[in-house]
């Protein structure tokens, strides 16, 4: 059974700092790409950053660029989500989500890709 876990959401106040954690059951997590979405209330789920199995390549959403951090620990299983410089308008649910094996290309931003999803944790920023 593949399991994701987030954690570490909460509610801070706007230019304040979150990290999120994800931590990832067995070898659900060797060898695939990781990813992080977003839903804010009232608006459909969107990509919010994703990073590779090999080599650690990352790649993000403009709305977060040089803002947020990905990073995984392999050895750990688990991925995380440093979130800087917030603004009201991250408020949402965050989700990591496990997407294809990584075999060259960690591109993926799409939902459909992700085949796993953890349970969401809130973040609220409050102005």
């Known amino acids: 059974q593949v399991q994701l876990v987030e954690s570490g959401g909460g509610l801070v106040q706007a230019g304040g700092s979150l990290r999120l954690s994800c931590a990832a059951s067995?070898?659900?997590?060797?060898?695939?790409?990781m990813g992080w979405f977003r839903q804010a209330p009232g608006k459909e789920r969107e990509f919010v950053s994703v990073?590779?199995?090999?080599?650690?390549?990352?790649y993000y959403a403009d709305s977060v660029k040089g803002r947020f951090t990905i990073s995984r620990d392999n050895a750990k299983n688990t991925v995380s989500l440093q979130m800087n410089s917030l603004k009201p308008e991250d408020t949402a649910v965050y989700y990591c989500?496990?997407?294809?094996?990584?075999?060259?290309?960690?591109?993926?931003?799409?939902?459909?890709?992700?085949?796993?999803w953890g349970q969401g944790t809130q973040v609220t920023v409050s102005s």
């Open positions: 989500a496990r997407g294809p094996q990584d075999r060259g290309r960690y591109y993926y931003i799409k939902e459909s890709e992700y085949d796993y």
């Open positions: 067995g070898r659900t997590f060797s060898s695939y790409v």
């Open positions: 990073i590779s199995w090999v080599g650690g390549r990352t």
